[in-house]
Nanobody, 115 residues
Framework: QVQLVESGGGLVQAGGSLTLSCAAS????????MGWYRQAPGKQRELVAT???????NYADSVKGRFTISRDNAKNTVYLEMKSLKPEDTADYYC?????????WGQGTQVTVSS
């Protein structure tokens, strides 16, 4: 059984930085795909960034140049470094991993950016 635990959310002023982490635990041999999504109240969940097992990354246009996704395979952990935060980045952030044929979601962590 695999569990994801997210941390690092909080309240930050516009222009500030936060780093989110998502650690997977359980009986894991290899995690293929890891990604971050976000959902603001009343809006659809949207993709923020993804990272493959080999390290290739992809970002939403809205966060390119500001956010960086990375992973530590030895720790089964994915990170999202967020810089130059804007009020429109305010949302619940969710990590997701693809393990074998399963998609597993974290519980979400709140990010609030004040102006």
């Amino acid at each position: 059984q695999v569990q994801l635990v997210e941390s690092g959310g909080g309240l930050v002023q516009a222009g500030g930085s936060l780093t989110l982490s998502c650690a997977a635990s359980g009986n894991i041999y290899r995690i293929d795909y890891m990604g971050w999504y976000r959902q603001a109240p009343g809006k659809q969940r949207e993709l923020v960034a993804t990272i493959a097992s080999g390290g290739s990354t992809n970002y939403a246009d809205s966060v390119k140049g500001r956010f960086t996704i990375s992973r530590d395979n030895a720790k089964n952990t994915v990170y999202l470094e967020m810089k130059s935060l804007k009020p429109e980045d305010t949302a619940d952030y969710y990590c997701k991993i693809r393990y074998l044929v399963l998609d597993i979601w974290g519980q979400g962590t709140q990010v609030t950016v004040s102006s």
